[in-house]
């Protein structure tokens, strides 16, 4: 049963619509369980009904007639428990119903299990037999398995609209996704798909725009790839057998069937792009080869899947790698990484969607310093669907709705020019001091990475740059760039600022920023290889930005260089040793530049508990809460199953920040934070009382935050600190600090919902 189970839920992912899904279902099922009937209910949350939407053994008629309302019958008792319901005779219970029109009468066993995502029912699997009898264990749990399958099944036809047309009602934008907040804000536009090379289940559907190109661009592929299997095989001749040999054949044989090449070709013809029907082809050939009996032919789906990537390889070296993108354009993707966020002009980007990550993740922080608006971890995201789609993003609520509807619409684009409006009457700020009622000047500086950071970040009245991530520059080529590269990027950012101070971070990759270029393959790369270990590993990359960022500072004197992921004072030493070793060599070329102040950043638990040791190394502290809050929680902020568990204002984080912050003062350095905390208004308000020395943010939360500011005094934020501090959870903590901020800053520190949606 457990091989059906395997082969069902392959099937199940490849099938191209829910229909298909759901016929997989109750044939899969009532073959594998030896049942009379396997049916599948869905809800109509309009109607509050369950509906019958699939069968094999009761009346086919029956489909899409059969309707349950909720509660009703042991459909409706199935749902209403969110729990199976194992039944030796189904009329015996109090909830049963009959329903003549399927045709059910003189069956008695029941077993109905719910179909459940997030949290929310959309459905209920139902298994009956003729006789009388109890289901197995067994059989109960590989219905719930295949239950839980469907779900996301359902959640892609939800988004892709195959619901509504199931359901034979006007598609009305009645189901949307949910997902994790990125960045707060609202976005209506239209969906371009991103992709990573070299990944059939990512490649998006997409008109073929000249059919004939298509189709030569799929046959050149072909050869290309056939070429390449004879010259594997050739270099292998005189290291394996004669039949080892022969499975290079074997290989070119699929690659050279008719039904790859027809089915594929076919597929164009139909007006798919080439990418588009080679993953089709291949999706299909693979489940056909999956369900076989036979082990041998089975194993031979991962050569087609292996033949199906490399295709696709020589399909996409062949497409020029620039892109055109249109005004109100939302970025898609599995995982839209910074890179592909890059490429996008500013005055393009519209929004950014991703099934992966979180609001932490890199790509939503730089969404949050461009003030786009993105809903991360949208696990069920139908992306090959979507392109050319119309979207709304609902960055408030974290919701992403396709082909919405024009209430939907209207409502979100009156949203937008509320929002507009709000940041106009913030604009009163921009040359007002950062200053508390009693006199505190707290600065509020910038977070960049990308020079169209530069202009809004001077517009909002940043007080400098806390936080220049100097990878970005290294994450948007395809290869490591040049020291003169480099100084070329750092200098214009600096020399924007000046006599300002910029922050500059030194390179800080590994974890869920991985170069293209220097792949980086770890079991847990968030503990592995990443940050000042991978500069000290590689001197040579080290040293050549270092020269770079110092060359950037002639003549204008306002950096500070800011070590990441730092662990011990060893590592300090190390790159102190380098630092001054690149700053002495550039002394003996002749260039005048001064020694820079030295800062770290503490983003894990063991550098909270060495502050004082590092004081005696380094001239100030950047908190990097981001990172910080993940370690200390054990939370990968990428991963949509845990995201909600990551809460900066959990306790514990902020006793951590608290520590290091008397630490610092102590030992009389500067603490700055230049995590997502700092441009959290609710956050920003529990730093003041903790007595943070600056705060650096993106540059569209600087005169929010700088509203909170000017709003309290430094004893106020401190005594509702104290009160913070006697709290359990971070839920509570948020909800207390917004009760103290008065009406008008409440709303620009909660999330503003859309009144009808």
Known sequence: MLDTLRRTIQEVNRAPDLQRALAVIVSRVKQAMLVDVCSVYLVDAEHRQYVLMATEGYKPEAVGLVRLNFGQGLVGEVARREEPLNLENAADHPAYVLSPETGEEGFHAFLGVPIIQHRKVLGVLVVRHHERRRFAEQEETFLFTLGAQLAGAISH???????????????????????????????????????????????????????????EQFHAAVAAVERDMRMMSARMVDSLSVEDIALFDALVLMLRSDNILDCTVDGIRAGNWAPGALRDTIRDHITAFESMEDPYLRE????????????????????????????????????????????????????????????????????????IPAVMGLDDLPVSRLEGQELVVDGYQARLFVRPSAAIRSEFLRLQHEEAQLSRELQDLIELPAATLDGVHVPLLANTGLLADITPSLRCGAAGVGLYRTEVPFLVRDRFPGEEEQRRTYRQVLEAFVPAPVTVRTLDIGGDKLLPYFPVQEDNPFLGWRGIRIALDHPEIFLTQLRAILRASEGLNNLRLMLPMITG??????????????????????????????????EVPSAVYQVQAMARRVDFFSIGSNDLTQYLLAVDRNNSQVAELYDALHPAVLRAIGQVIGDAHRSQRPVSVCGEMAGDPAAALLLLGMGIDSLSMSAASLLRV????????????????????????????????????????????????????
């Open 706 to 757: 700088k509203w909170v500011v000017r709003s309290f005094s430094q004893s106020q934020a401190h005594a509702l600190l104290g009160e913070v501090l006697q709290l359990e959870d971070g839920k509570a903590v948020r909800e207390l600090s917004l009760i103290h901020i008065s009406e008008p800053t409440r709303q620009l520190a909660s999330s503003r919902m859309p009144s009808s949606a």
């Open 569 to 602: 004072v060893g590592e300090i030493d190390a790159a102190i040793v380098l630092i001054r070793r690149a700053y002495q060599e550039l002394q003996e070329e002749g260039v005048s530049i001064e020694y820079p102040q030295i800062g770290v950043m503490i």
């Open 157 to 215: 036809a939800g988004a892709s609209g195959n619901i509504d047309r199931l359901l034979q009602e006007p598609a009305e934008a009645r189901y949307f996704l949910s997902g994790r907040s990125g960045t707060p804000g609202a976005a209506v536009g239209r969906a371009r798909v991103v992709y990573p090379l070299a990944n059939l289940e990512a490649i998006p559907d997409r008109p073929a725009e000249d059919i004939d190109a298509e189709v």
């Open 300 to 371: 031979r789906a991962s050569d087609i899947r292996d033949l199906g990537r490399r295709i696709l390889e020589h399909l996409q070296s062949s497409r020029p790698t620039v892109r055109e993108f249109e005004p109100g354009t939302i970025l898609v993707g599995e995982e839209v990484s910074a890179s592909q966020l890059a490429e996008v002009p500013v005055q393009c980007l519209a929004g950014v969607v991703s099934a992966r990550g979180s609001s932490a993740s890199h790509v939503a922080i730089l969404a949050r310093a461009l003030g």
